[in-house]
């Protein structure tokens, strides 16, 4: 499990996995996010949208400050919680989304 309000990068790469595996995002229109494409919306507009409710949720705090701790937290983030290439839990959690898409029951 990630700490509520310090993702990192492999809290970001946990919840672009499973919005792909959720919502194939691949199949966003691009003329629906123009001018950007749909790496960067995700990764600009999704992620953050999740991770600030996610926080929300564990910590019972509104979306606002939820948000502000999203902020403030993510340089703690990335030094707690890196992508590794070699990271097993990292890859189990791919793996067991993957299986899970087709259930939609994915693990965030």
């Known amino acids: ?3 509520p309000c310090s993702f990192g990068s492999k809290g970001e790469h946990v ?3 499973a919005l792909e595996a ?3 995002t691949s199949t ?3 003329d629906a996010i123009w001018p950007l494409n749909v790496k960067k919306f995700t990764h600009s507009f999704l992620v953050p949208y ?6 929300a949720h564990q910590l ?10 999203l902020l403030e937290s993510r340089q703690a983030g990335i030094r707690l919680h890196p992508a590794l290439d070699s990271d097993d839990k990292l890859d189990q959690i791919c ?3 993957i299986q ?3 259930s939609n029951t994915i693990i965030i």
């Open 1 to 3: 499990n990630f700490l």
């Open 15 to 17: 919840i672009v996995h």
């Open 22 to 24: 959720m919502f194939h």
């Open 28 to 30: 966003i229109p691009l």
């Open 50 to 55: 999740v991770a600030t409710h996610a926080i």
């Open 60 to 69: 019972n705090v509104s979306i606002m400050d939820a948000h502000t701790i």
């Open 95 to 97: 793996r067991s989304n």
């Open 100 to 102: 899970q898409s087709k």
